[in-house]
């Protein structure tokens, strides 16, 4: 998507720095979301995506630089940024002892949101999850996928324009993958934003409008696939092959390979 000048981004992060005691977890990181851009965020374990998304959350304060959504500064206007974020963590913490009948009422209830607006996108997700008939179930005893649906559902109730999703489709199947990915795609047509992570090359290769690959708290590559595939000499390659090089973890990724056929095989691997 080309950058109107008069189109504000909706997330913009501006060189943040973020530490943890004497650890550097991101390192003057800058991106833009814009209205209609699905942005991914991928990285080796650790990189910062978490981080990342902490930030614009609120949830972590940075020591130097400065995020907004929708012009708005989480730390300072947290109520303007969270009523305009639909957030899934890495971690979705529901309230477990709660049904999610009951779970969406509170959310509801909490976001001050138009109620029969509220309820047709609980039904409607609900059904296209096939969760229908887990509504009066304890979310404890819940599996790990169904949860995630329930995280995400909870994340759409007030129908918010950013949706900032942490490996969004953690845990779900083939069918309930394609059901995200198809609301992702919904949300940015309706001028929404998307930022998400995720360690799925394929997913992030057919969704995203733009990528940006974090190493070690930077963001050392964005763009389209075709333009990242430019920082690279493979003109044809897949994003996965991208991004290993990218990263310097195609090497890395060979002499694991050699390890472990020495390993399973010993002397025969040669
Ligand atoms: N609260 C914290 N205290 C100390 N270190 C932290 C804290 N949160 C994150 N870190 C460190 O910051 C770095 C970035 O973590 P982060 O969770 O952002 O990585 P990530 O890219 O999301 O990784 P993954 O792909 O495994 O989810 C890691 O080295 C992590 O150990
Ligand atoms: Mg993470």
């Given at each position: 998507?080309?950058?109107?000048?008069?189109?504000?981004?909706?997330?913009?992060?501006?060189?943040?720095?973020?530490?943890?005691?004497?650890?550097?977890?991101?390192?003057?990181?800058?991106?833009?979301?814009?209205?209609?851009?699905?942005?991914?965020?991928?990285?080796?374990?650790?990189?910062?995506?978490?981080?990342?998304?902490?930030?614009?959350?609120?949830?972590?304060?940075?020591?130097?630089?400065?995020?907004?959504?929708?012009?708005?500064?989480?730390?300072?206007?947290?109520?303007?940024?969270?009523?305009?974020?639909?957030?899934?963590?890495?971690?979705?913490?529901?309230?477990?002892?709660?049904?999610?009948?009951?779970?969406?009422?509170?959310?509801?209830?909490?976001?001050?949101?138009?109620?029969?607006?509220?309820?047709?996108?609980?039904?409607?997700?609900?059904?296209?999850?096939?969760?229908?008939?887990?509504?009066?179930?304890?979310?404890?005893?819940?599996?790990?996928g169904?949860?995630?649906?329930?995280?995400?559902?909870?994340?759409?109730?007030?129908?918010?324009?950013?949706?900032?999703?942490?490996?969004p489709l953690n845990g779900l199947d083939a069918k309930s993958s394609r059901v995200v990915k198809d609301?992702?795609?919904?949300?940015?047509?309706?001028?929404?934003?998307?930022?998400?992570?995720?360690?799925i090359?394929?997913i992030?290769?057919?969704?995203?409008?733009?990528?940006?690959?974090?190493?070690?708290?930077?963001?050392?590559?964005?763009?389209?696939?075709?333009?990242?595939?430019?920082?690279?000499?493979?003109?044809?390659?897949?994003?996965?092959?991208?991004?290993?090089?990218?990263?310097?973890?195609?090497?890395?990724?060979?002499?694991?390979?050699?390890?472990?056929?020495?390993?399973?095989?010993?002397?025969?691997?040669?």
């Amino acid at each position: 998507m080309s950058e109107d000048l008069a189109v504000e981004p909706l997330v913009e992060v501006s060189g943040i720095s973020v530490r943890f005691g004497s650890f550097l977890a991101l390192d003057n990181l800058s991106l833009r979301v814009m209205p209609g851009e699905v942005y991914g965020l991928l990285g080796p374990n650790g990189a910062g995506k978490t981080t990342t998304i902490k930030v614009l959350m609120g949830l972590v304060a940075p020591s130097l630089g400065s995020v907004k959504v929708c012009g708005f500064d989480p730390l300072f206007q947290p109520v303007d940024v969270k009523s305009r974020i639909g957030y899934v963590a890495e971690n979705s913490i529901v309230y477990e002892s709660l049904s999610p009948r009951d779970f969406f009422e509170f959310v509801v209830s909490m976001r001050k949101t138009d109620k029969a607006a509220a309820n047709r996108v609980v039904s409607g997700l609900a059904e296209v999850f096939d969760l229908a008939q887990y509504f009066d179930s304890p979310i404890a005893t819940l599996s790990k996928g169904l949860k995630q649906k329930v995280a995400l559902i909870a994340a759409f109730i007030h129908q918010p324009p950013v949706l900032l999703l942490d490996e969004p489709l953690n845990g779900l199947d083939a069918k309930s993958s394609r059901v995200v990915k198809d609301l992702m795609t919904l949300h940015v047509q309706r001028g929404g934003a998307v930022l998400f992570s995720t360690h799925i090359m394929e997913i992030a290769e057919h969704l995203c409008t733009r990528i940006g690959i974090i190493d070690h708290g930077k963001l050392i590559a964005e763009g389209t696939l075709e333009q990242l595939r430019t920082k690279t000499d493979g003109k044809d390659s897949s994003l996965e092959e991208v991004f290993l090089k990218l990263t310097n973890e195609d090497a890395a990724v060979a002499e694991r390979t050699k390890v472990l056929r020495e390993a399973f095989f010993g002397n025969e691997a040669h």
